[in-house]
């Protein structure tokens, strides 16, 4: 009897030690159906474009089509709110920025959802944000800007992709730091903004290298600076808005993806396990870099971190009125 004791307890210890070690598929059947990845602004964006890049990747890692899903409008709570009221299951994800995922939800009056209705999955990356205007807009570098501004308070219109986005912050930033008051015109998102600029209804805007690739190649638009501390390889002859004096002027646009509060944790172990590993092949890494796109990468944690701050940093322009709903 005791030689069949020590026997079982033997494999019950091996048992365990096995459990502690093996490492089976924490989601085996995830996904099992196409998974729609909800990009909350217009398409030609820089998030879509950096959605549909990483969604032709997990397609072809996970075996199920992961579909892009432009819900573009009121600065991204749009698709915002598409994400947050779906299922837990997976199956409806977030390119989170910072419009849908802090900035707009904490603007809005009646926001239909809230910044803490979301899970991290991977923080992908950043941009730092370049101005843009009209070919036949005066001002030929930061410094005209601002001179300009002044000399014509609130006759500069100037573009973003909705109320809260981070093109709209990326104006309220550079009008604290400057002391100057532009005419804010909000739209749906990148695309449309690019129209009017070329076709002269708009003199400026915040925009990525990612979305203003075509135009600023084309020789449509003019760039006219960078809210960033350094300049752009990308860019290399255009300054920064730092470097001509103002440099609490700097402001970046954030990519990652988020899931409806209370998604199983398995779930998103194994998407932020898939997107890191997509970020670092080498197709991905250098079609990324030819957008200007800082890769990131991480935990879940590492991007709950780098929200909170971001949520608290809104929060101090929205309580020195730098930034209001309109």
């Known amino acids: 009897m005791k030689n069949f004791m020590s026997a079982v307890l033997s494999i019950l210890v091996t048992s365990n030690a096995f459990a502690q070690t093996a490492k089976p598929d924490p989601a085996p059947n995830y996904p099992s159906k196409p998974v729609r990845w909800v990009v909350p602004f217009t398409p030609g964006a820089s998030n879509d474009v950096i959605g549909r890049l990483i969604a032709g990747k997990l397609t072809d890692a996970l075996g199920h089509t992961f579909v892009v899903d432009n819900r573009g409008g009121a600065g991204g709570l749009i698709g915002g709110e598409t994400v947050a009221r779906a299922q837990p299951d997976g199956y409806t994800l977030i390119l989170a920025n910072p419009g849908p995922s802090i900035n707009a939800p904490l603007m809005a009056k009646n ?19 370049i101005l843009l205007t009209n070919l036949n807009f005066p001002p030929r570098n930061p410094k005209e800007l601002i001179e300009y501004a002044k000399a014509n308070p609130n006759k500069i219109t100037w573009g973003s992709s909705g109320i809260g986005s981070s093109l709209h912050i990326g104006l309220a930033v550079m009008q604290g730091a400057t002391g100057t008051q532009f005419t804010h015109v909000p739209y749906k998102g990148s695309a449309p903004i690019l129209t009017d600029l070329v076709g002269g209804q708009l003199q400026g805007t915040h925009t990525t290298t990612v979305s203003g690739e075509a135009m600023i190649k084309a020789k449509r638009v003019r760039v006219l600076g960078i809210a960033s501390s350094k300049r752009s390889p990308l860019l290399p002859d255009v300054p920064t808005l730092a470097e001509s004096g103002f440099k609490d002027a700097e402001s970046l646009v954030w990519f990652g993806m988020a899931a409806p509060l209370k998604t199983p944790k398995p779930i998103i172990d194994k998407l932020n396990r898939e997107v890191n590993r997509i970020l670092t092949l080498a197709d991905v890494k250098a079609r990324l870099d030819q957008l200007g796109l800082e890769v990131q990468g991480g935990t879940p944690e590492f991007m709950d971190d780098f929200v909170r701050g971001e949520t608290a940093k809104l929060n101090k322009l929205i309580k020195a009125g730098l930034l209001k709903a309109e």
Do not use: C, N, T
């Open 111 to 129: 926001a239909p959802y809230k910044p803490d209705e979301f899970m991290s999955v991977v923080y992908i990356g950043y941009a730092p944000l």
